[in-house]
């Protein structure tokens, strides 16, 4: 990276909204660029300042509660959104969705007469990675958007009911994007989406208690075992941690999920 | 309480201290600040639906926060601090050279530099344009990533990072100029 370069990235990285590959190479030249290393310390010490302005907030106590509502009227309810679009939309959805298990359900009972593989022969890498490519072709939005795996892990572990605990997003350029809750084979699955150097890696949870991953290969990392396998141009990367097992998937290397996977400081387990 | 009030206290405790600190940035007055927040509450209670699924943000709070002001400013009933100007207007001055060098300041030890700052950021953050000025507030003093800011001010994440860039550029160069008059003023040599 040239100096013109980290002039132009310089407040894209303070505010951390830089690619991972290129915050890497930002330091890499700050480390040995004394002019752009000092630059950035000029720009650090603006930027503490100016955060100081704001937080010096001649600021209201945050109300108990209880009290929480008593300026408002006694008529400022909640809006009710019995008959909004969003729920005929639903509804439309959820009546979609029956009449596609019905068909689901009678092809699934069709299939094995004639001789074809049923639903059930899917394996589980099978599953996770068409449950990733699905996320990625529909654009579907994530439910929960933060980068903050703490607030993530937390609002998975309440929307699911599983006990899941996320990586921290910040470690080997992986950026968390948000989550959402997801279904795999029948079984409620947690389901967080990455992006490590740019590229999608999704990352999803589901209870361990009868999963069958016979057919991956295990790895050996970390004095864990992991299990990997390549599916329709995707890495799978799968591990077990308390009571759920937890899969990588990308079109990414294997190393590089293992990464993801495989983090030292993974809390929850 | 209500669980729908529980849950939208609940919602807003995080919130609370960059909530204050965004409004007193919208608007000059404390007490203009204050009412502006509980206007915010107001509006945001009056839409939340806690049972519907929908996850709220912050940035949610700041759009609200947003349109209040711009409402207020419109009618004249406050006196407001910024003054969005319209995306016409904004195309010339959203072109930031992001190459171009920094605005040199004066060598200043770090104490000085600190206390020289604290004196006249404010300042500097005043004189700069309106749209440059509100990226700044959203991302500092209402703590939004870029995608955030994108949301309120309803354009694209690009312009969010050209604007910003202009900004930052834009605040060094003002506070480059006061330094150096600050050295020249207080007859000290740097």
């Known amino acids: 990276m040239t100096c013109e370069e980290v002039r132009e990235y310089l407040y894209v990285f303070l505010d951390n909204e830089l690619d991972a590959a290129l915050s890497i190479e930002f330091q890499r030249h700050l480390e040995r660029c004394g002019r752009c290393a000092s630059e950035v310390e000029i720009e650090r010490t603006i930027r503490r300042s100016l955060a100081a302005q704001f937080d010096d907030v001649d600021m209201p106590p945050l109300p108990e509660p209880a009290q929480f509502l008593q300026p408002f009227r006694a008529d400022c309810v909640p809006r009710q959104r019995s008959l909004s679009f969003f729920r005929l939309h639903r509804r439309a959805l959820v009546l979609t969705t029956l009449v596609a298990m019905l068909v689901f359900g009678a092809v699934a009972w069709l299939l094995p007469r004639t001789g074809a593989a049923g639903p059930t022969d899917l394996s589980f890498a099978d599953l996770v990675v068409a449950d990733f490519r699905h996320f990625l072709s529909e654009d579907r939005p994530v439910q929960f958007a933060s980068a903050d795996s703490a607030a993530v892990g937390g609002w998975l572990r309440a929307k699911t009911g599983l006990s899941v605990s996320m990586p921290p997003a910040s470690s080997e350029g992986c950026r968390l994007i948000g989550a959402r809750k997801c279904n795999i084979a029948g079984r409620t699955a947690a389901f967080a989406m990455n992006r490590i150097g740019g590229v999608p890696a999704s990352l999803v949870a589901t209870n361990a208690a009868g999963l069958e991953m016979s057919g991956m290969a295990r790895v050996k990392l970390g004095g864990r075992t992991h299990w990997v396998d390549r599916c329709k141009g995707h890495t799978v990367v799968a591990c077990r941690r308390g009571d759920l097992v937890y899969a990588a998937v990308s079109t990414l290397p294997q190393e590089k999920l293992l990464c993801l996977m495989a983090d030292a400081t993974y809390e929850g387990h | ?190």
């Open chain 2, 1 to 190: 309480m209500s669980p729908p009030a529980e849950a939208f206290a609940e919602f807003l405790g995080p919130h609370w201290m960059r909530l204050h600190a965004t409004a007193r940035q919208y608007v000059t007055r404390p007490e203009d600040a204050h009412d502006l927040v509980q206007e915010v509450l107001l509006r945001a209670w009056r839409n939340f639906a806690p049972t519907d699924e929908r996850v709220y943000h912050r940035a949610w709070l700041l759009v609200i926060m947003r349109n209040v002001a711009m409402e207020w400013r419109r009618t004249a009933q406050r006196r407001i601090h910024f003054a969005p100007a319209g995306d016409a207007e904004l195309t010339d001055i959203a072109s930031a050279d992001p190459g171009a060098p920094f605005s040199a300041l004066p060598a200043m030890d770090e104490r000085r530099f600190r206390e020289f700052l604290d004196d006249r950021i404010a300042a500097a953050l005043d004189g700069l344009e309106a749209p440059f000025r509100e990226v700044l507030i959203l991302s500092v003093a209402g703590g939004l990533r870029y995608r955030e800011i994108a949301e309120v001010l309803d354009c694209p994440v690009g312009t969010v990072m050209s604007r910003m860039a202009r900004a930052r550029r834009e605040l060094r160069r003002r506070l480059a100029e006061y330094a150096w008059d600050h050295l020249r003023d207080k007859r000290v040599r740097p």
